[in-house]
């Protein structure tokens, strides 16, 4: 690490964003807030779909704005490819090239050296990737990647940082990709054309070793970006030990801006990751799943393939207020279990189907979480979640749930 302690306040960096912390939880950390960006207000906490390359799997930009989200995200590894800079500077951004009103984050293309990492070499200049398209080579520096993200136009961007596996073995390589990322941040702050209308956001990193952790927050916060995420994490470590790099790092960040927890999007860790004072989540998930035939409830994932909904006409979620499930004299769809169960397999409209569905699911269970902490009733939230998704068998719950949520005051096997 560059060094134990702060270096010296820098003066205030242009912002292009407001925060307004609205409610805390009287008992675990859990915070409700409003983030105004450049194309419109954000409801905080938040999960936010991942549109890849301009393009949310599954959804028209029609459709993703009429579930409510008001910021996705792109990634700026993939835009680089294709289209490429040269267009996305004709056609003026992201927002234009897919036709998107709301709000856009970018990943900065980092997770791609875990991702893709037989295609990528690291150096203190970048990293140098061989292209999944045809194998040609592409340096991504940390100067190169916001000036990919200046020319997408996204109004949340991404520091490059140095990603590595939080289950690596290797502490050294850790510990230097974690100086490296302090140093890429440096580099990113200098190399930033726009911050007047793009946000640009630093990334916690540290593996799952708590002092770096801590001394990574340390750097991090003293050079005063608008947000803060903490990445490196949902690369396949135990989630207790997440819940702790989680909770250990929002213990050092500021109160006054938002909290970026990245690749997160299943139920169980969104509803825990907010008591531990996380902000915003994403994750390609909900609508991977889908392709696959499955629908994300309040009760669990439901495999719609089984031969068991062939000839169940209930909606997908009984009681969601999405267009899929509400009846057709509601203004929805009407779409039943079976007929999902038919053209899951055959069909593109069955996944097409499911991802409306499990999105407007993720962002209606963010909105319930919001609610809950305005009026200060998120314990009692958590237990009833937990409850229902387990058919109230508490022997079932998780362990790492149990003692996560028990570190922020909330007994789950109580009450």
Known sequence: MPSAQPPDPMPPKPSALTFNLLARCSTTKARASLLTLPHG???????????????????????????????????????????????????????KLQGWKGNILTDSGGFQMVSLLHLATVTEAGVEFLSPHDKSPMLLTPEHSISLQNSIGSDIIMQLDDVIATTSPDNARIKEATDRSVRWLDR????????????????????????????????????????IAIGGLSGGEAKDAYCKVVSTCTDMLPAGKPRYVMGVGYPEDLVVSVALGADMFDCVWPTRTARFGNAVTDFGVLNLRHASYAEDFRPVEEGCGCKICLPKDKGGLGVTRAFVYHTAAKETVGAHLLSMHNVFYQLGLMGRIRQAILEDRYPEFLKAYFQKLYAGEKSKYPDWAIGALKEVGVDLLQG
């Open 41 to 95: 207000e954000v409801k905080l906490p938040i999960f936010m779909p991942v549109a890849t390359q301009a393009s949310l799997k599954g959804l028209t930009p029609k459709q993703l704005e009429d579930t409510g989200c008001g910021l996705c995200l792109n990634n700026t590894y993939h835009l680089g490819l294709k289209p490429g800079q040269k267009v996305l500077d004709a056609v003026g951004g992201a927002h």
């Open 188 to 227: 990113c702050i200098a190399a930033h054309k726009n911050p007047e209308s793009q946000n640009l956001f630093c990334i916690i990193q540290g593996g799952l070793d708590l002092d770096l952790r801590r001394q990574c927050c340390i750097e991090m916060v003293a050079r005063d970006t608008p947000g």
